[in-house]
């Protein structure tokens, strides 16, 4: 897991430049929803650090992410369309934190139409809390595979929480 700090011992090829949603296991959902992938996707792109630990001719890298089975899988590719390497995940570490994650959502969108300032920041914090563990389990799983800085782990959790997004 490279440090947290940004740059920390990535060079300017360790990125992401393309990301693409597996249309066979991710299904075709509201246009709520979509924008909700897509969003998660263009700020995954905009800002991030990205390392196949194995791969030593480093990126950029572009990356295919979809659910087969219950299992997050994260197909990678170099930038020129070799294939590098595919890392099957399983949700289950995942599993109640994206369950909370929602459902901390959820109260939030509704506190904001009738809470005080001070209990939706709470709300808010609560999110950011639950959305930073989220990050961290996606670290710790990618450990000695994928390097990934906080910020890319955090966009990246944002993503596989809109790919279950059911609305």
Known sequence: MAEDRPDAGFGPADRLIEIALDENSIARSTPDIEHERAIAVYDLL????????????????????????????????????????????????????????????????????????????AIDMGRRGVHNEGSEVLQTRLNGKIDIDLDTARRLFTLVCALHWKG
Not at 57 to 66: D, E, K, Q, V
Not at 104 to 118: G, L, M, N, R, V
């Open 46 to 121: 905009e800002d991030n650090r990205f390392r196949v630990v194995t791969y030593e001719a480093g990126g950029p890298y572009r990356l295919l992410i979809g659910v087969v089975d219950k299992k997050l899988f994260l197909d990678v590719t170099h930038e020129d369309g070799d294939r590098i390497v595919t890392h099957v995940l399983s949700l289950t570490p995942f599993r109640k934190i994206i369950k909370d994650y929602f459902l901390i959502c959820e109260s939030y969108f509704h506190a904001i139409k009738t809470a005080s300032p001070s209990q939706i920041e």
